[in-house]
């Protein structure tokens, strides 16, 4: 086994690793709030899985798909959180009268 087999195969069941972990803290949690908290490592497995591909394909187009991937959901994963706390937020709190 190469350096490079060995490096690939530890990233890659280390990033799936925690993307189960997430996945299973978000079915576990019962609040909107409390499940919030299990998204944000979600981008740390997507990073994990794709420097995996990127060593183990190198700076090809394999690579850089999988690093555009990664780039996109870190930037994209505090939005969402953002937009679902207020959308809960707004569903939880009672309507305010028109001024």
Do not use: N
């Not at 420097?51 to 959901?73: E, M």
């Amino acid at each position: 086994m190469s350096f490079v087999h060995v490096a690939s195969s530890v990233l890659l069941w280390l990033g799936v690793a925690l993307e189960l972990l997430c996945c299973a803290g978000v079915v576990v949690m019962r609040g909107v709030y409390s499940r919030l908290h299990f998204t944000a490592p979600a981008g740390l497995g997507a990073i994990a899985i794709a420097l995996a591909v990127l060593v183990r394909q190198g700076f090809s187009l394999i690579g850089d798909k999988a690093l555009l991937v990664a780039f996109v959901v870190l930037l994209a994963a505090p939005v969402v959180s953002h937009a679902t706390a207020r959308a809960a937020w707004i569903r939880a709190t009672p309507d305010e009268p028109e001024r």
